[in-house]
């Protein structure tokens, strides 16, 4: 049974703080995703790997990082967390060479910045 | 114009009827198209692929039009569980393993 787990589902921060969001997955996938999904705007891709120390910018980069050392692991910074980052954080991972595929989410974290 | 577009709903449905949705895109390129399941508070997963040729499973049926880039979603003998978000998603270019996700269709089921 696919596992993608993520570190915390709810998360409280203060504006400018150093915000460290974790993904693990089990499945050997090379492909990793993060999210941010907001309503009206639904799911919109921050940063993509497709392998160890590999990245992609997604559609909404600015203000995030990504760090991945290790296959299964996949994490998203928030170098000076803002307001306008409050938001549902989902990780995703999937195969390479699926054209997509089937990608597995996390349950997410619910990250509030005051 | 949005890459993908979905619309949003609510779709208010009597249990036992049939429901269909629509989500188009931009990408003519695109190869790889999906409908993801969504309950409220949860995580997407993955309801099917969509394939040229169409696809069924049980009550539910994905179509893909490529002249008027658009796929469906057939939900047939609706059921109280069906009720959730449903979002599609669409890669790029052949070999582009990225998605973009519509924003979703909400669907609640009346008994």
């Known amino acids: 049974d696919v596992k993608v787990t993520q570190s915390s589902r709810y998360l409280v921060k203060r504006t400018g703080e150093k915000v460290f969001l974790e993904c693990v997955q089990d499945m050997d996938h090379e492909n990793m995703f993060w999210y941010r999904q907001d309503p009206g705007l639904g799911l919109r891709l921050i940063y993509f790997?497709?392998?160890?120390?590999m990245k992609e910018k997604g559609d909404i980069p600015e203000g995030y990082s990504v760090s991945r050392e290790k296959k299964e692991r996949f994490s998203l910074i928030l170098e000076s967390a803002s307001t306008n980052q409050t938001s549902m954080y989902l990780c995703?991972?999937?195969?390479w060479g699926t054209g997509g595929g089937e990608q597995y989410f996390g349950p997410g974290t619910r990250l509030t910045v005051t | 114009r949005k890459e993908v577009e979905q619309d949003p709903g609510p779709f208010n449905v009597p249990e036992g009827a049939t429901v269909a949705f629509n989500c188009t895109y931009s990408n003519s390129a695109s190869q790889s198209f999906f409908w993801y399941r969504q309950d409220c508070r949860k995580e997407p997963k993955l309801l099917m692929s969509v394939y040229s040729s169409g696809n069924e499973d049980g009550r539910f049926t994905a179509q893909l039009n490529r002249a008027s880039q658009y796929i469906s979603l057939l939900i047939r003998d609706s059921k109280l569980s069906d009720s959730a978000t449903y979002l599609c998603?669409?890669?790029?270019?052949?070999?582009?393993?990225?998605?973009?996700f519509g924003t979703g269709t909400r669907l609640t089921i009346i008994p």
């Open positions: 995703a991972s999937s195969f």
């Open positions: 790997s497709y392998d160890v120390k």
């Open positions: 998603a669409v890669n790029g270019n052949f070999g582009n393993e990225k998605l973009t």
